[in-house]
């Protein structure tokens, strides 16, 4: 059992940036490939960024790329999203998620244990 605690949450204007973290405790950090998910009001929850256990390698959303960075400290048991250059569209709640397996997941499926969510509001 893995449990996991978003934070860093909150309302940017567009242009902006905000660092999301995520903090897990129970099992061994490390043994979890890590997601970031998205969901808007009345959407689907989609993916935006995995990586894989040991940090080396990443994958993005194509509507985030550029703009969006994942990072993971093993040491700290943390996930961290950093994004910049906010878009209006960006905005909804931000999960992470964990999944006890070494290949990155794309889909919520993939994934084995849920953060309760932060929301990430962009205005215009």
């Known amino acids: 059992q893995v449990q996991l605690m978003e934070s860093g949450g909150g309302l940017v204007q567009a242009g902006g940036s905000l660092r999301l973290s995520c903090a897990a405790s129970g099992r061994t950090f490390s043994n979890y490939c890590m997601g970031w998910f998205r969901q808007a009001p009345g959407k689907e929850r989609e993916f935006v960024a995995a990586?894989?256990?040991?940090?080396?390698?990443?994958y993005y959303t194509d509507s985030v790329k550029g703009r969006f960075t994942v990072s993971r400290d093993n040491a700290k048991n943390t996930v961290s999203l950093q994004m910049n250059s906010l878009k209006p569209e960006d905005t909804a709640v931000y999960y992470c998620?964990?999944?006890?397996?070494?290949?990155?997941?794309?889909?919520?499926?993939?994934?084995?244990?849920w953060g309760q969510g932060t929301q990430v509001t962009v205005s215009s």
């Open positions: 998620a964990a999944r006890e397996n070494f290949l990155m997941g794309t889909t919520p499926r993939h994934y084995d244990y």
């Open positions: 990586i894989n256990r040991s940090g080396g390698s990443t």
